[in-house]
Antibody, heavy 123, light 106 residues
C-alpha cells in the first residue's frame, strides 16, 4: 500500500526558509483522485493544517500561513514539497505529510500519513 | 475559515462508553473525520465521512453527525484506546482540525 516519508533538515535558523519533502512509495502520486497535504504539530499541542496540492497543481493554504507557504509537486520523483519562509521559533513542530482523497471541488479526508519529522527553528 | 470545537478531555473506566464531540457551524454541510493519535505516533484515521469505519479499525469505534455536532463513540473503551482524538473537516477552500480531546481510560 501507499506509504509516505518526510525528509529534510531538522534544524533551521530563524528568518530562513524551512524546506521539507514527502516521498510517496507504493503507488504513483499522479494516479487516482488524491491530494497531498502538510500538517504540523508543535510539541504538546494540537494538529494544524498547513495546506495541500492536487497533481493538477492547484493548491489551498491555511490563511494564517498563506503568505509564507508554498507547496509543490514533482510527479517525476513521486514527491511533493513544503517551503515555509521567514521562520521563527513558533514554527518549531513535528511536520507530517498526508494523502487525501477527492477532487478540488469536493475534497474528502486524509487516510495515509507519514511518520512525521521534527523541525526546530533555532540559531 | 471556520472552527471546530472539542472538549479538552474525556475520562471513562474500561468497558464504559466514551463519547467525544466536535461542534462547528459548518458541519451540517461538511463531513467530519476522526483521527486517533497515541503518544509519539502519527495520527490514524478511525472514522471517515461522519460514520464510516476504515478496515482494521475495531467495531467499537463509531461516528455520527447531526446538525452542528459530530460525535465519536467508543463502545466498551479499552485501555489501549487512551489517546488524543482530533476531528477534521474540509471543503474546497481548505481544511481544519479541532483542538483535540485527550481520552483517558482508567
Amino acid at each position: 500500500q501507499v506509504q509516505l516519508q518526510e525528509s529534510g533538515p531538522g534544524l533551521v535558523k530563524p528568518s530562513q526558509t524551512l524546506s521539507l519533502t514527502c516521498t510517496v512509495s507504493g503507488g504513483s502520486i499522479s494516479s487516482g483522485s488524491y491530494y497531498w497535504s502538510w500538517i504540523r504539530q508543535p510539541a504538546g499541542k494540537g494538529l494544524e493544517w498547513i495546506g495541500r496540492i492536487y497533481t493538477s497543481g492547484s493548491t489551498n493554504y491555511n490563511p494564517s500561513l498563506k503568505s509564507r507557504v508554498t507547496i509543490s509537486v514533482d510527479t517525476s520523483k513521486n514527491q511533493f514539497s513544503l517551503k515555509l519562509s521567514s521562520v521563527t521559533a513558533a514554527d518549531t513542530a513535528v511536520y507530517y505529510c498526508a494523502r487525501g482523497s477527492g477532487s478540488y471541488r469536493v475534497p474528502l479526508g486524509m487516510d495515509v500519513w507519514g511518520q512525521g519529522t521534527t523541525v526546530t527553528v533555532s540559531s | 475559515s471556520y472552527e471546530l470545537t472539542q472538549p479538552p478531555s474525556v475520562s471513562v473506566s474500561p468497558g464504559q462508553t466514551a463519547r467525544i464531540t466536535c461542534s462547528g457551524d459548518a458541519l451540517p454541510k461538511k463531513y467530519a473525520y476522526w483521527y486517533q493519535q497515541k503518544s509519539g505516533q502519527a495520527p490514524v484515521l478511525v472514522i471517515y465521512e461522519d460514520s464510516k469505519r476504515p478496515s482494521g479499525i475495531p467495531e467499537r469505534f463509531s461516528g455520527s453527525s447531526s446538525g452542528t455536532m459530530a460525535t465519536l463513540t467508543i463502545s466498551g473503551a479499552q485501555v489501549e484506546d487512551e489517546a488524543d482524538y482530533y476531528c477534521y473537516s474540509t471543503d474546497s477552500s481548505g481544511g481544519v482540525f479541532g483542538g483535540g480531546t485527550k481520552l483517558t481510560v482508567l
